[in-house]
């Protein structure tokens, strides 16, 4: 129990079950776990020292989320990619993002546009030596800032909850995209509209970024068929 002041401030542990699903979730989404891979409860177990019982729970959870499938009899494998959850990740992200961002260009203060610019400062590093996985977390420290900014941190929360399909195929994506500098220049116009308190320039700075953040979808089911649902038929954003 920890005191703020006078009045006592009850800290509830997070139960091992929910920091297993967040592993495997990050796991899942960041493509460390391929669509398709079989999961094992007692390897997954020893994995983390912690009993089955957990292991199962985080397991049903992500099953909810539509991320592992569960066959009776078969075993338990990574779900592979469904493209109708991409689109509607889209469409979510793009109406909370496009709302945070006309916010956060009200609100922006020197000190944010030097923390997004810092950010711009890493990724273009990332790029430069090519280390994906670096560019794709700043490249979401980015959008968590403007959240941030706007004053609803929890918006960032709903997103990234909505978008893990398509964060799976942008990480399959980086190695063989050319979008890498496109984006950087994309979050440049951004923090720019930001800096400017200008939320309408914002707002279509993030819709033009938005728009663009998935390309290449016939090129991934070409490159990497085995890794999406088998009636899944070319899609473009």
């Known amino acids: 129990m920890q005191f703020v002041g006078h009045e006592p401030v009850r800290l509830r542990a997070v139960?091992?079950?929910v920091r297993i699903h967040e592993l495997l979730r990050e796991r899942i989404a960041n493509v460390e776990l391929l669509p398709g891979a079989a999961l094992s409860e007692k390897e997954i177990s020893e994995s983390?020292?912690?009993s089955r019982t957990p292991v199962r729970e985080a397991l049903l959870r992500l099953a909810d989320e539509r991320l592992v499938d569960i066959f009776p009899q078969r075993g338990t494998f990574v779900s592979r990619i469904r493209l109708d959850s991409v689109r509607d990740g889209m469409v979510i992200r793009q109406a909370l993002e496009r709302a945070s961002v006309r916010e956060a260009a009200l609100r922006a203060t020197a000190?944010?546009?030097a923390d997004l610019r810092l950010r711009l400062e890493r990724q273009r590093t990332s790029n430069r030596v090519a280390d994906f996985t670096t560019f794709h977390s700043e490249d979401e420290g980015f959008h968590q800032k403007i959240a941030s900014i706007a004053g609803?941190?929890?918006?960032?929360?709903?997103?990234?909850?909505?978008?893990?399909?398509?964060?799976r195929c942008r990480v399959l994506h980086l190695p063989i995209s050319g979008r890498r500098d496109d984006v950087i220049g994309e979050h440049v116009a951004i923090v720019d509209a930001l800096e400017r308190n200008d939320p309408?320039?914002?707002?279509?700075a993030m819709y033009a970024h938005l728009?663009?953040?998935?390309?290449?979808?016939?090129?991934l089911l070409?490159?990497?068929?085995d890794y999406f649902?088998?009636?899944?038929?070319s899609y473009r954003v």
């Open 229 to 233: 649902e088998s009636h899944t038929v």
């Open 200 to 204: 309408d320039a914002a707002e279509r």
């Open 15 to 17: 139960p091992v079950s």
């Open 48 to 50: 983390y020292g912690v």
């Open 152 to 167: 609803h941190p929890n918006l960032w929360r709903v997103v990234r909850q909505e978008k893990v399909q398509i964060d």
């Open 211 to 219: 728009a663009g953040v998935f390309p290449g979808v016939d090129e």
């Open 111 to 113: 000190d944010d546009i």
């Open 222 to 225: 070409a490159k990497h068929p």
